[in-house]
């Protein structure tokens, strides 16, 4: 395949996108939601949560795979999969295209995921407990391991171009949004589905996170424990969910007559190289993060109108984005409206960055800020920002950028603008 000989001028745009979350299971019905301050969080009854000291997610409910892929193909898929599937057939039915041989080694997939299959391990080791060795599933392996989401998206929409996984934390799902833009710059595809997926609500999960104290314990007020930016939060609230976008050259667009939702323009990375789980306090690790998104798109500092911020609802990450936040925009910071959706649709990881570039889009295409809910007391630590508390703003967006950070020191800044041609 021919690599593209002016990358920086090759322009990638969005042409289709979906979403399975707490607040939906399709774009139209997520995005009502978001703007109208719903919160997706309730308490966990799948199983028992007697022992977990945080008892509340944002869980997807009414989902059927078998509304998206047969029977037989939903049990040989984790709930991680099943997710990545059902977004892949709706956002090949949004964006109205096919792939068949002319096209399907110009098409890829890069779909993220934090933990992968973690519910089909924790099965399968039960049953190796009980049972024995011999009666493991010989699915296990096919089920459980991180890129099955991507194989699952590939064969449903029969992609054979560029098809890979990211596993990096809770910026997954943005690093494979950036690394797909990049693979059409460069000129390996024309077209990528691209995004992240997660099913961490089990019982492993839910300790795990439990037990390092980085969950919300406020079980009583299910709605209003993810509370980002605010004085009173006390961790985040665990999600679920799968977000897919269509990422288009945009002369073959173009050349299909597609709808266009917006343009990504910049991908930013940065490393802590700090600490397993935290930020650095200074912000100037993410700060360079936000710095390098704008500089790929030649977009200035006073040309942002809406940052979807990280925004967990924990202690130390809300504080230090906000110094980042303040420190890379400084006096223009204060005219950007951000907000955090996690306070909505709780915290999804590995899908998490996906599930919020589709809101940063959907502001754009809209002109609608969605709001920071649960925002009651902001928090004199975190800088005087415009977080958007509580209720949706209407205001022309034309530049908004997304910001992910992952265990481990990954983070990543997305940015969207809108399309013109």
């Known amino acids: 395949m021919k690599q593209n000989s002016n990358n920086k001028g090759k322009r990638v745009v969005i042409t289709g996108m979906s979403v399975v979350t707490s607040l939906g299971l399709s774009l139209d019905e997520f995005w009502k939601n978001l703007i109208s301050g719903k919160s997706g969080v309730s308490r966990i009854d799948r199983f028992n949560v007697e022992k977990i000291s945080s008892k509340i997610a944002a869980q997807i409910r009414n989902f059927n795979p078998e509304d998206y892929v047969s029977r037989k193909q939903a049990k040989r898929m984790d709930r991680f999969s ?115 997926s997660e099913a961490a609500v089990t019982p492993m999960g839910m300790a795990g996170f439990s037990n390092m104290r980085a969950l919300s314990t406020r079980n009583d007020e299910p709605e209003k424990a993810s509370r980002p930016f605010d004085r009173d939060r006390d961790g985040f609230v665990m999600g679920e969910g799968c977000a897919i976008l269509i990422l288009e050259d945009l002369e073959h667009a173009i050349d299909r007559d597609a709808k266009i939702y917006g343009e990504i323009f910049g991908y930013g990375l940065s490393g802590e190289a700090y600490h397993i789980t935290a930020l650095e306090k200074s912000g100037v690790n993410v700060e360079r993060c936000i710095k390098n998104c704008l500089r790929e798109g030649e977009v200035g500092l006073d040309e942002v109108d809406y940052i979807n911020a990280h925004g967990t609802s924990t202690p130390l990450n809300d504080i230090v984005e906000s110094i980042a936040i303040k420190r890379c925009f400084n006096d223009n910071a204060d005219s950007i409206n951000i907000s955090s959706t996690k306070s909505m649709t709780g915290h999804c990881l590995g899908a998490t960055g996906a599930i919020e570039a589709v809101a940063s889009i959907l502001s754009i295409k809209n002109g609608i800020i969605p709001p920071t809910i649960n925002l009651e007391n902001l928090d004199e630590k975190c800088s005087s920002l415009n977080y958007t508390p509580n209720t949706s703003v209407k205001r022309d967006v034309n530049v908004a950028i997304s910001n992910s950070m992952g265990f481990g020191g990954h983070n990543v800044t997305l940015g969207f603008k809108k399309y013109v041609e």
């Open 82 to 196: 099943q997710f990545a599937a059902a977004a892949a057939v709706m956002v090949l039915e949004d964006c109205k295209l096919k792939i068949n041989s002319s096209n399907d080694g110009d098409i890829g997939v890069y779909i993220g995921s934090g933990v992968g299959g973690l519910e089909t391990l924790e099965s399968q080791h039960q049953r190796l407990l009980e049972k024995g060795a011999d009666k493991v599933s010989p699915f296990l392996i096919p089920m459980m391991i991180s890129n099955m989401a991507a194989a699952h998206v590939s064969i449903i929409s029969g992609a054979k171009g560029p098809v890979s996984t990211t596993t990096t934390a809770c910026a997954a799902g943005s690093n494979a949004i950036g690394d797909a833009f990049e693979i059409i710059k460069r000129g390996d595809a024309k077209v990528m589905l691209a995004g992240g």
